[in-house]
């Protein structure tokens, strides 16, 4: 479990990470989290996260020579005519340099998540994260540009890294660049364990295992745009009924020009009410939250128990008595136990139980109730490490 931002990247400085985001400029960190980091995605966890329904829904992939494995390659059919993960195809392929790139993890773990959740309340951005395995020392990956941040977590292993620079052009995602216009690299490191890489959206790049396997984490950092503000502003104007009408095909060229005239007029003022914060708004409240499983945990709580919250967004709280949240679109009621709890939560991004007594100033019997009953409402998270 990260709590906090400072967390992760000690021993740096979170002015330093933050100056990369907005300078635009890629950054490496070595930092003291080499256990933290492995204690987040241990290499068991893989086997239990590569099953044959995921490789059917494409939330896990296996690559080699950057071209995707068919999944006949990786099953078999068994006796009930039922197609299956064959084990030990996958482990041959894996002695002959293959990748595995399983996509939205946070959903199956939910340290994982809390950690999404933290940095979307610190960073305002949207998050979400894969996992890359690499086995052999051929990348899978051909070097491409994404269309968002790249926050890369390594884990396990030794992978040499090759950033080229800022791409011209469309900036699609997972774009991929030919060798042939590659050039030479402008930053080439290997990375370990316990290291931080910052890729900004744009920025060329590609890796190759430096050891026999290796284990990373790259988690999607995006912000909105002005193309969804445009989107915004389209379900705004929604009820102008100059807006609403039709644009006269069937009628002449006068019709036309006089729609031309009105609808220009209406963007004007539909410009002119432009409102950031609104939109900004509007986007947090879109943002679903993460709702854990607790389920039995509450009976659980020691001193030592963490707990972290699941929104997304730091809400504004009273500084007394109760409160009202949206979450997820719905309201939540809070008691002035679970507001205190919550607030001092949002302050810290995660605390242990014994540190929530003091900050909340609650007795412990009245901390427990009120950290279970935010549990079995899914808005915060309880680990022990």
Known sequence: MIPSLADLLVPHHTA???????????LHLPTNNRDAFQRLFPWSALNQ??????????????ARRGRDLPLEMLSVVDRDFQRRLAPDLLQRFCHEGLSIAATWIEDDFPAIAALNAMLERTLGCESQTNLYASFGRESAFRAHHDGHDVLVLHLHGRKRWFCYGYQDGPRAEGAMVPESELGAPEWEHVL?????LFIPRGDVHRASVESDACLHLAIKLGWPRGTDLLQWLA???ATDPVLDADVPVYGGTE??????????????????TLDLRAFLAGQDAARSTLLPLNLGLSAELTPDTWVQPTLRRKPTLPAEGGATI?????????DPAERAILA???????LQLSDIESRAGLPPWETRDAVSRLARRSLVLLTRE
Do not use: M, S, Y
């Open 192 to 196: 370990e364990p316990g290291d931080i």
């Open 16 to 26: 330093t990470f933050k100056a990369a985001l907005r300078d635009r400029k890629r």
């Open 235 to 237: 379900k705004e104007g």
């Open 344 to 350: 001092a939560l949002l302050e810290h991004d995660a």
């Open 49 to 62: 996260l590569i099953t044959w329904e995921k490789l059917v829904q494409g939330r896990c992939r296996a």
């Open 255 to 272: 019709e036309l020009a006089q729609r031309e005239a009105e609808l220009r007029a209406a963007l004007r003022r539909l410009a002119d």
């Open 326 to 334: 949206i979450v997820n679109g719905v309201q939540a009621t809070l």
